[in-house]
């Protein structure tokens, strides 16, 4: 059985870039009709979850040479792309919008697959690109929002922060500073990543200087890092004086206010609504601002505990079930009659198999894991995907009072669906083990068959009429 298991492996990764011509084709075809449906019957409310903002900011926008122009809330690239299609007509510019977003989704499932098929077989290409697609970029393409275009900037971005804590060449370094200029020009979600990646690369650093001997120099590598930074500042300097100039600070930004409210309606809103500007804002008492300490005046240490741990559960548990109040055997099928937001109901359980297919095959070889897990690269890069996810739960979970969805966390769910199927395909290469061949192959044909029937249930209720309810 292992024979066979490693013989149609073996089989299947000789044919790698034929097996592409044809899942590539087929998750587009899948993506755009699904895409087209969603578009047409879903979030026919322009106004909403910023939408209509994003729609102002875009034809206010239409004059300027550069992305620069916030609201105070958003920032400026997505609405400075979508204002090349912009027209008078509302309904036609908020669908031009969406499709705009799905384009850009399609071309980076498409990117993606011809990336990694160079290296990973194609059952667990085939799983990515459909893991990729149904777990978050067909939802989220179906908005007038910079939620895709983040995604995949930031994916980017993280992909360089591996080149560059192993050991980056100036172009690799350039990239990266390009990438996460674009990337925070997107949305300022991108500034814990930011932090994370400081951190990871200190430890590099500290890690390089202890162990000593190897091949990644600091000093040179601290210069290529300043130059990556000083190209990341020039980047972003049309959005600082914007924003300066309308709100009287650099990359002021309202929801540095609104994390230390209870909630957005009767007092973020309200609060905005009372300083739309710089010159409001230049009125506002010491005393009257939104901080820490304003937050420790109104609330006890137990409030502010009780937030931040009941919000972090929160949106970790949506980043795996999105949907609420859905039963296990959602997972299979659900009734036909009640609303779905979602086309895997449980997308959680994929990411689960994924991570115990990589543990079992993290225990079968561990003495040789281990000894490559403790390399300077790996032990900063973990570091980097520890604190990282830690950031981005704890602030988010702290914000959740604020803003709810799915789209906050969305962002950590392709690097998460890439990574564990690296790292399982990584994983099996190292074992000589009887069944790890067995294992991985049945897994990944699992989860293939399992999307492959979601899909299936995904058209059959397109065909009864029975549409996504999206919504943030």
């Keep these: 059985m292992s024979e066979n298991s490693a013989a149609v492996l073996s089989w299947l990764e000789a044919h790698r870039w034929r097996a592409l011509a044809i899942t590539l084709p087929l998750v587009v075809a899948m993506h755009l009709f699904a895409a087209a449906v969603t578009i047409r019957h879903s979030n026919q409310d322009a106004t909403a979850s910023d939408q209509g903002a994003e729609m102002w900011l875009a034809a206010t926008s239409r004059d300027d040479l550069v992305?620069?122009?916030?609201?105070?809330?958003?920032?400026?690239?997505?609405?400075?792309?979508?204002?090349?299609?912009?027209t008078?007509?509302?309904?036609?510019?908020?669908?031009?919008?969406?499709?705009?977003?799905?384009?850009?989704?399609?071309?980076?499932?498409?990117?993606?697959?011809?990336?990694?098929?160079?290296?990973?077989?194609?059952?667990?290409?085939?799983?990515?690109?459909?893991?990729?697609?149904?777990?978050?970029?067909?939802?989220?393409?179906?908005?007038?929002?910079?939620?895709?275009?983040?995604?995949?900037?930031?994916?980017?971005?993280?992909?360089?922060?591996?080149?560059?804590?192993?050991?980056?060449?100036?172009?690799?370094?350039l990239s990266f500073g390009v990438v996460c200029g674009l990337a925070y020009l997107s949305k300022p979600s991108l500034l814990p990543f930011l932090l994370a990646f400081a951190a990871?690369?200190?430890?590099?650093?500290?890690?390089?200087?202890?162990?000593?001997?190897?091949?990644?120099?600091?000093?040179?590598?601290?210069?290529?890092?300043?130059?990556?930074?000083?190209?990341?500042?020039?980047?972003?300097?049309?959005?600082?004086?914007?924003?300066?100039?309308?709100?009287?600070?650099?990359?002021?930004?309202?929801?540095?206010?609104?994390?230390w409210m209870d909630d957005f309606e009767t007092e973020a809103w309200p609060w905005q609504t009372k300083y739309p500007g710089g010159i409001q804002l230049k009125t506002l008492p010491a005393e009257e601002t939104p901080s820490l300490s304003w937050y420790f005046h109104r609330h006890s240490l137990t409030d502010a505990v009780k937030r931040a741990t009941s919000g972090t559960g929160e949106v970790v548990v949506r980043f795996f079930w999105p949907e609420e109040k859905l039963s296990g055997s959602a997972f299979f099928w659900r009734a036909s009659g009640k609303k779905w937001s979602q086309p895997l109901a449980h997308r959680g359980v994929y990411l689960l198999a994924l991570a115990g297919l990589c543990a079992g095959l993290f225990w079968s070889v561990r003495k040789s894991a281990w000894q490559r897990l403790a390399r300077s690269e790996n032990l900063a890069f973990a570091a980097f995907l520890l604190i990282?996810?830690?950031?981005?739960?704890?602030?988010?979970?702290?914000?959740?009072?604020?803003?709810?969805?799915?789209?906050?966390?969305?962002?950590?769910?392709?690097?998460?669906?890439?990574?564990?199927?690296?790292?399982?395909?990584?994983?099996?290469?190292?074992?000589?083990?009887?069944?790890?061949?067995?294992?991985?192959?049945?897994?990944?044909?699992?989860?293939?068959?399992?999307?492959?029937?979601?899909?299936?249930?995904?058209?059959?209720?397109?065909?009864?009429g029975i549409y996504l309810v999206t919504r943030n």
């Design 67 to 86: 992305p620069q122009r916030t609201d105070g809330v958003r920032h400026p690239l997505w609405s400075w792309l979508a204002r090349t299609l912009y």
């Design 88 to 173: 008078e007509d509302t309904s036609a510019f908020f669908t031009r919008g969406k499709w705009l977003n799905t384009a850009l989704c399609v071309a980076f499932l498409c990117a993606l697959g011809l990336a990694v098929t160079r290296w990973l077989d194609p059952l667990a290409t085939a799983n990515l690109l459909l893991l990729c697609s149904l777990g978050i970029l067909l939802v989220r393409g179906t908005y007038f929002q910079p939620e895709p275009l983040y995604y995949i900037l930031s994916f980017l971005a993280g992909v360089l922060v591996w080149r560059v804590l192993r050991g980056a060449t100036i172009w690799h370094y």
């Design 200 to 259: 990871a690369y200190v430890l590099r650093i500290f890690l390089a200087m202890l162990r000593g001997g190897e091949s990644w120099a600091t000093g040179k590598n601290l210069r290529r890092l300043a130059l990556t930074f000083a190209l990341f500042a020039l980047m972003v300097i049309p959005l600082g004086r914007f924003s300066h100039e309308a709100f009287g600070k650099p990359f002021f930004n309202y929801t540095n206010f609104w994390m």
């Design 388 to 464: 990282a996810a830690g950031l981005y739960a704890g602030l988010y979970g702290w914000y959740y009072p604020i803003g709810r969805g799915d789209r906050f966390m969305g962002s950590l769910w392709v690097p998460a669906v890439f990574l564990l199927c690296w790292w399982g395909f990584l994983l099996r290469r190292l074992s000589v083990g009887k069944g790890a061949d067995i294992s991985y192959l049945a897994v990944h044909l699992a989860i293939l068959i399992s999307l492959l029937l979601q899909c299936a249930g995904l058209f059959w209720r397109f065909q009864q």
